[in-house]
């Protein structure tokens, strides 16, 4: 049997700037961080000649041309996998959905482990292209670079999206004192919501590439405010990441009408005025996580509480994508 793993992901300054239709034009920027909360894949050869493929559905179908799933029928198909005598089953620790980027992870898994059943070896920037070659350009997903990238890679990791499509990585440059407050103070709390992320970031792609002005100027400045926030926590002023969360959280509902709704506002309130310095929906908006960075850890998990969100305790993840079995 063969399991991998990929993580999930929380984006820390510069979402959005990850975007074909933005980056192509202007060039983006981000900053994103994994987390020890997971997307597994395991794959095992059977007595029976037919594909058993086993994900929130079963399907068992006589080839890959067959399969209804469409990340793992392409996957199977770029890696080239013939054989049907196989049993492909995924597991996730947080549901779909809900902002932590789980379909680059997914793809990024299923990726790994098929790769290791042909007995390839895979860099996480190649094991990232061809999961963004799948969804962005086979599956024509309104996505972009980023939950692909930092699944492969791990860590608190740095992203520039070039024009062209190439895209630079690099590590945080993070004092060890820093990087421990910084995982202390980042609190994720669970809205209820669950929704798909392809409707905001739509209506984002379409506005990009009509280039509507108030459309690139809001991700002017996040992209800005990406730097800003690389500077921020390199210097050890987590205080200022918190300030800057919050600003980043005002410009991103700009983008959408869709993006947040009076509970989300009225949670995130609450948050502010319980020792909350700033904080964000994660992912593309709508639902999903909010997350907050605090100095009052106690009284703002207590205040959550009692507005009736639950929260999720989560490690930063620095192996990536890999083979646990």
Same mark, same amino acid.
């Given at each position: 049997?063969?399991?991998?793993?990929?993580?999930?992901?929380?984006?820390?300054?510069?979402?959005?700037?990850?975007?074909?239709?933005?980056?192509?034009?202007?060039?983006?920027?981000?900053?994103?961080?994994?987390?020890?909360?997971?997307?597994?894949?395991?794959?095992?050869?059977?007595?029976?000649?037919?594909?058993?493929?086993?994900?929130?559905?079963?399907?068992? /179908?006589?080839?890959?041309?067959?399969?209804?799933?469409?990340?793992?029928?392409?996957?199977?198909?770029?890696?080239?996998?013939?054989?049907?005598?196989?049993?492909?089953?995924?597991?996730?620790?947080?549901?779909?959905?809900?902002?932590?980027?789980?379909?680059?992870?997914?793809?990024?898994?299923?990726?790994?482990?098929?790769?290791?059943?042909?007995?390839?070896?895979?860099?996480?920037?190649?094991?990232?292209?061809?999961?963004?070659?799948?969804? @962005?350009?086979?599956?024509?997903?309104? @996505?972009?670079?980023?939950?692909?990238?930092?699944?492969?890679?791990?860590?608190?990791?740095?992203?520039?999206?070039?024009?062209?499509?190439?895209?630079?990585?690099?590590?945080?440059? @993070?004092?060890?004192?820093?990087?421990?407050?910084?995982?202390?103070?980042?609190?994720?709390?669970?809205?209820?919501?669950?929704?798909?992320?392809?409707?905001?970031?739509?209506?984002?792609?379409?506005?990009?590439?009509?280039?509507?002005?108030?459309?690139?100027?809001?991700?002017?400045? /996040?992209?800005?405010?990406?730097?800003?926030?690389?500077?921020?926590?390199?210097?050890?002023?987590?205080?200022?990441?918190?300030?800057?969360?919050?600003?980043?959280?005002?410009?991103?509902?700009?983008?959408?009408?869709?993006?947040?709704?009076?509970?989300?506002?009225?949670?995130?309130?609450?948050?502010?005025?319980?020792?909350? /310095?700033?904080?964000?929906?994660?992912?593309?908006?709508?639902?999903?996580?909010?997350?907050?960075?605090?100095?009052?850890?106690?009284?703002?998990?207590?205040?959550?509480?009692?507005?009736?969100?639950?929260?999720?305790?989560?490690?930063?993840?620095?192996?990536?994508?890999?083979?646990?079995?």
């Amino acid at each position: 049997m063969i399991i991998a793993r990929s993580p999930l992901r929380i984006s820390l300054g510069g979402g959005g700037t990850d975007l074909p239709s933005y980056y192509e034009k202007h060039g983006g920027f981000l900053i994103a961080a994994a987390i020890d909360k997971y997307i597994y894949i395991t794959i095992h050869e059977t007595f029976i000649e037919e594909l058993i493929i086993k994900y929130s559905q079963m399907e068992r /179908v006589g080839s890959a041309e067959e399969v209804k799933h469409p990340i793992i029928r392409e996957a199977l198909k770029l890696t080239g996998i013939t054989e049907t005598n196989l049993e492909i089953t995924s597991m996730a620790d947080i549901p779909a959905g809900t902002g932590l980027g789980s379909s680059g992870s997914f793809t990024t898994a299923l990726l790994k482990a098929l790769h290791h059943f042909r007995k390839n070896l895979m860099h996480p920037r190649e094991l990232a292209e061809q999961a963004c070659h799948i969804e @962005i350009d086979l599956l024509q997903e309104p @996505i972009g670079k980023q939950d692909q990238y930092i699944a492969s890679y791990g860590g608190i990791t740095c992203f520039e999206f070039h024009p062209g499509g190439d895209v630079t990585a690099w590590p945080i440059n @993070i004092e060890t004192e820093t990087l421990y407050n910084l995982e202390d103070n980042l609190l994720l709390f669970f809205t209820g919501y669950s929704r798909s992320a392809s409707s905001i970031l739509k209506e984002q792609h379409d506005k990009s590439q009509k280039d509507d002005k108030e459309m690139i100027d809001n991700l002017h400045f /996040v992209k800005d405010l990406g730097y800003d926030v690389c500077e921020a926590i390199e210097t050890g002023d987590l205080h200022r990441f918190g300030e800057l969360m919050h600003d980043h959280w005002q410009h991103k509902k700009r983008r959408s009408g869709n993006m947040s709704n009076g509970e989300i506002d009225k949670w995130y309130e609450i948050a502010r005025e319980n020792g909350a /310095v700033g904080g964000k929906l994660i992912g593309a908006g709508g639902g999903g996580f909010l997350m907050f960075y605090t100095e009052e850890k106690v009284r703002l998990r207590h205040a959550m509480r009692a507005a009736g969100l639950t929260e999720v305790r989560f490690r930063f993840d620095f192996e990536g994508t890999k083979i646990v079995v």
